[in-house]
RNA sequence: GGGCGAAUAGCUCAGCUGGUUCAGAGCGCCUGCCUUACACGCAGGAAGUCGGGGGUUCGAGUCCCUCUUCGCCCACCA
């Protein structure tokens, strides 16, 4: 065969559009990514952070799932048995918010269709898109085990999510309680402190005067940024051992706007310092207040609706909202009570006040801190084997310093309040007997009172925080609480890939959940991943506008190109940065590099094809050492340079894979194979591939191991490109990269 | 208010345990080349007082202190 032939079979540039759709298809078809449980073999597992289900892939995804892949791949090879498992995440708020979005073009909400049909009408959308963002995983060629895909809705992980609550309950660590908790009004459910977002504003510090009663002229002033809330004041607080403020202690303001006496309260929380050293009490609408309200038994009124709007409470002591600012919403009111202040003589000065103010995760709204009944989980137990852990070693993180946040965060832990007025999730397991009054959680809906035997019940209206599911994630999918043989082999996990914003959400929760249900560490690495940002350094968003699509760049230079650029260009820890304005510059390395990779296995192939019909490269001793001339000499050189550089590159690209250092890893062996191999070796040993030249088998002994050894070190990285080339080999014909010795 | 990270070539970044991979890579730029694997390429080249200042050391991008500028996380001063 001629090297015309060749070319004309393998193009000079490498087109990875019609290979790599194909090249996935037959791994699917053939299974390698399927484990299975060798009792003689060790597992390595990685569980993915399950997307949402109505997710597409953004880029950060795509850094994080190359990132697993390439692991996954590589412990495969090393001959692990290696289980990647695959699956989504019904993401509770998130998911009804979108549904609830495309009611509203149809001028209808959730309450328009009942819960029943909303959650009928979530699922069909759910079972519409959920598939999506598995299948855009495929397109960048994860090597998941598909067969053993898990959503957190699945009915078996439900029943592992029902099972956790009721357990919690039964040890007395899940409790119902009364407090302020962060409230979203657009989404009209609980938050957690955790889904309740950190936000600096540019606010104002207003100062109210509360007339002092039985002492005309006289008056307090407070002061606050959220006047609005004054209508739910119940009292005034001062510091107990302040003098400037002592002698209010025991007297009674009036509250501006209505006919409400509140008494002054001496309290430790107050900071003398701050404002005006007077505060004023909203026990309903702040949590600070709220405990002071608890210490001195204060009426604790709530002067909002759910959503927000101004809404009296019915006090005993007298009308609190104006009835004409019921219904307003909380900005409006705010405004509006301002103006009234104003006209009554009442605000005070106004000063700029930069202060951080919560936000809904979800929807960006301002969090309204509301009194309300919620079910929470107490944490100090669960915490405390998972900081042990991690001080003992028994968990690391890379980069370390990661270690230090989530040893923090367990060490201030705080309870989680896990219930949320939504209908999409998984229900409480709670239930009420009417005739009773007997209350408890259970395993399974129950038909009749536990108690009484009174068949009234009825079911807790509220659902489950998302992560309350996803916190069982690496167990839950393997069958928990069943004690099946996926559980048993597979479990406890490995290692963990994922982006820091989700340590406290979902990291720190799954190894306190898998210590407290299995005894067990869920895995013994988290990899933190680095941010994808912009050359601006803004974190790509939809809002900015500023992603880009993993797809749209699978489309235009292949996934592997894509693969690749990721992950030699994330260093460990660091954020990545690309250019969505220029994809061509942001993703030649990768496209560059498969070429490079392309055309060295093109001539490497020309050469064995030339010469042996039979596939194998001929093993004739024809090579060094045999003439001892000079010029033979410098080819056996050349020969045992190339060869030692493969040894240190080998033992270089597998030190960084098990230290993490991927990017080192890739780089390695981007360096071998274009500096080395392809630049230097290639062209030392063109002279030698002419005709019959002497020394010609050898080199082309040495161009096969060089390349062969290349395209396994690469296949974790580049995976379509290499089993390409790998199974165009001669011998190698039908054999797969996927499961080749690594 | 606490904590953490970053600052190295025009751009994006490596540089791990101070010292022969220490001043590097990719992209861009300049000069030659369609040399029969690759122009998504080859050969060569220009380009940085390693943010400022101080210190430790025989020796400092590398360790310490400090300042500046960005970024992130945590936090119940209304």
Redesign the pocket.
């Known amino acids: 065969m001629t ?1 015309s032939q060749v070319t004309t079979t393998l193009p ?3 087109r990875p559009d019609g290979v790599e759709t194909p090249r996935y298809h037959q791994w699917l078809a053939d299974g390698p990514f399927h484990a299975r449980r060798d009792t003689e073999n060790a597992p390595y597992v990685i569980m993915m952070p399950p997307p949402n289900v109505t997710a597409v892939l953004h880029m950060g995804q795509g850094l994080n799932n190359a990132l697993q892949d390439v692991l996954i791949r590589f412990e495969r090879m090393r001959g692990r048995e290696a289980l990647w498992l695959p699956g989504t995440d019904h993401a509770g708020i998130a998911t009804q918010n979108v549904v609830e979005r495309l009611l509203a073009t149809e001028g209808l909400t959730r309450f328009d269709l009942g819960r029943e049909a909303f959650v009928e009408r979530v699922w069909a959308y759910v079972r519409e898109t959920g598939q999506t963002i598995l299948d855009q995983l495929k397109a960048i060629g994860a090597s998941c085990d598909w067969d053993r895909t898990r959503f957190t809705l699945d009915p078996d992980y439900s029943r592992a999510v029902r099972h956790t609550f009721v357990t919690l309950w039964e040890e007395g660590l899940v409790y119902r309680g009364h407090r302020v908790i962060h409230w979203c009004p657009r989404c009209v459910t609980a938050l957690s ?2 889904e309740a ?2 936000h600096d504003a540019d606010g104002k510090l207003y100062q109210i005067d509360y007339p002092v009663v039985g002492q005309p002229g006289r008056s307090i002033t407070v ?4 006047p609005e809330t004054m209508l739910g004041d119940t009292a005034i607080a001062v510091h107990p051992d302040h003098e400037r403020t002592a002698w209010a202690i025991g007297a009674r303001v009036r509250l501006p706007l209505t006919d409400i006496e509140l008494p002054v309260v001496a309290d430790h ?7 005006t ?1 007077f ?2 009490v909203t026990p309903a609408h702040d ?2 207040d709220f405990e002071i309200g608890e210490r001195h038994d204060l009426p604790m009124p709530l002067i909002m609706d759910p959503e927000g709007r101004m809404h009296d409470p019915g006090d005993s002591a007298g009308t609190r909202v104006p009835a004409d600012l019921v219904g307003v919403d909380r900005d409006a009111a705010r405004k509006l009570i301002l103006e009234r202040l104003r006209a009554e003589g009442l605000l005070g000065k106004t000063e700029p006040h930069r ?2 103010v919560r936000r809904c995760y979800r929807c960006g709204t301002v969090v309204e801190p509301r009194l309300s009944e919620q079910w929470f989980v107490r944490m100090e137990p669960l915490a405390r084997p998972a900081l042990e852990a991690y001080r003992a070693g028994r968990l690391t993180f890379v980069p370390e ?1 990661w270690g ?2 989530y040893e ?1 965060w367990l060490e201030g832990i705080r309870d989680w309040n896990i219930s949320r007025q939504l209908w999409w999730g998984h229900r409480i397991p709670v239930f009420h007997c009417e005739a009773c009054g007997e209350e408890w959680a259970d395993r399974e809906d129950p038909a009749a009172c536990r108690a009484c035997g009174g068949t009234a019940l009825t079911q807790d209206p509220d659902v489950l925080d998302t992560w309350f599911s996803s916190w069982l994630w690496p167990f839950a999918t393997l069958g928990w609480p069943d004690e099946t043989p996926d559980l048993a082999y597979f479990y406890p996990g490995h290692t963990l890939v994922t982006a820091s ?1 989700i340590i ?1 959400f979902w990291v720190a929760r799954m190894v306190m959940a898998g210590y407290h249900f299995l005894g067990e560490r869920p895995f013994e690495t988290v990899c933190i991943n680095g941010t994808v940002r912009d ?1 601006e ?1 803004r974190k790509m968003s939809k809002s900015l506008g500023n992603g880009i699509d993993p797809l749209a760049v699978v489309d235009s230079f292949g996934a592997d190109a894509l693969r690749f650029t990721v992950i030699a ?1 994330a ?1 460990v820890g ?2 990545v ?1 690309m250019d969505p304005d220029d994809l061509e ?1 942001t993703f ?2 990768g ?2 590099f ?3 990779l392309w ?2 296995g ?2 490497v192939l ?1 050469n064995l094809e030339e010469t042996d019909g039979e596939g194998r490269s001929r093993t004739v001793d024809d090579g060094p050492g045999r003439g001892g001339t000079g010029e033979e000499g410098e080819e056996a050189l050349a020969d045992a340079w190339i060869l030692s550089r493969l040894e240190a590159t080998t033992a270089e690209v597998t030190d960084a894979m098990e230290r993490f ?1 991927l990017n ?1 890893a890739t780089n390695a062996a981007y360096r071998f194979v ?1 500096s080395e191999l ?2 230097w070796y ?2 030392a040993a063109k002279p030698r591939l002419r005709g019959d030249a002497p020394g010609g088998a050898r080199a082309r002994e040495v161009l096969r191991l060089a390349l062969e050894r290349a395209l396994c070190l690469l296949h974790p990285v580049v995976p379509f490109i290499t089993e390409t080339l790998w199974q165009r080999l001669p011998g190698r014909e039908g054999e797969s990269l996927v499961t080749a010795p690594w």
């Open positions: 090297d000079p540039q490498y402190d955790e977002e950190f002061a606050t940024t959220r929380a107050v900071d003398p310092e701050f404002g050293g505060v004023k949590a600070t202060h951080a310093r230090g946040v923090n914003e406290f050359t350094h260009g260093a660091t954020d940065i510059a030649a390395p496209r560059n498969c070429n490079k055309n060295v093109r001539f020309t250092r080192d274009w392809a630049d290639l062209e």
